[in-house]
């Protein structure tokens, strides 16, 4: 499986404030996912990123509100703009696996605390 | 709306027991279907998948299909303590497109 890398691994930041996470891989990927993880509940996805094309987004999550960069097959961002307290999460990005089994492969999250 | 659905326990079972983890989805053309197990503080880690009716064992670990009924579950066979975890249920839609997953169920297993 890929080796997936976020950045930053854990941040405290005040309301109204943005936050930029991102996501490596160790490898060429076709598609990235990111995701949220609240408190105490299962993921949530946020968005689809292809290389050279828009993200996807789910319902109930907006760009402008997470914008999403995917300049290349390798490297993603997810920006959470202007934060309240409701944003406090846990953020994954995912890769598509190999093969026929179509699964994921998460990064290790970047935890979000908003004040 | 697609969902999948498990029981959020804890669910505690003795070291050296079977545990059972059950899920159900509502997509009947769903495909393809994951567990994965989540320690407390990290991220989501594939352990099974399977795609066929029937059982699929790796090990201590065997997940089964029914997709008449529309459940997968998953069994540890001989529980170790490092199995203490939440496992999530994940079921790929007909597209291959989306990834939905259950709530969770907490196993905890006692030495």
């Known amino acids: 499986s890929a080796v997936i890398s976020q950045k930053p691994s854990r941040d405290i930041c005040q309301r109204g404030t943005s936050l930029t996470i991102q996501c490596q891989v160790d490898?060429?990927?076709?598609?990235m996912f990111w995701y949220r993880q609240q408190p105490g509940q299962s993921l949530t996805l946020i968005a689809t990123?292809?290389?050279?094309?828009?993200?996807?987004?789910e319902s109930g999550f907006v760009i402008d509100k997470f914008p999403i960069s995917r300049p290349n097959l390798t490297f993603s961002t997810l920006t959470v703009s202007n934060m309240s307290p409701e944003d406090s999460s846990i953020y994954l990005c995912?890769?598509?696996?190999?093969?026929?089994?179509?699964?994921?492969?998460f990064g290790p999250g970047t935890r979000l605390l908003v004040l | 709306q697609k969902e999948v659905e498990q029981n959020s326990g804890p669910l505690s079972v003795p070291e050296g027991a079977i545990a059972s983890l059950n899920c159900t989805y509502s997509?009947?053309?769903?495909?393809?279907f994951f567990w994965y197990r989540q320690y407390s503080g990290k991220s989501p880690e594939l352990i099974m998948f399977?795609?066929?009716?029937g059982d699929k064992e790796d090990g201590r670990f065997t997940a089964q299909l029914n997709k008449a009924s529309q459940y997968v579950s998953l069994l540890i066979r001989d529980s170790q303590p490092s199995d203490s975890a939440t496992y999530l249920c994940?079921?790929?839609?007909?597209?291959?497109?989306?990834?939905?997953f259950g709530g969770g169920t907490r196993l905890m297993v006692k030495p």
């Open positions: 997509d009947r053309g769903s495909q393809s």
């Open positions: 995912s890769v598509e696996g190999q093969g026929k089994a179509e699964t994921q492969y």
């Open positions: 490898s060429q990927v076709t598609m």
């Open positions: 399977i795609y066929s009716n």
């Open positions: 994940a079921v790929l839609d007909n597209a291959g497109n989306m990834l939905t």
């Open positions: 990123a292809n290389q050279g094309s828009e993200a996807t987004y």
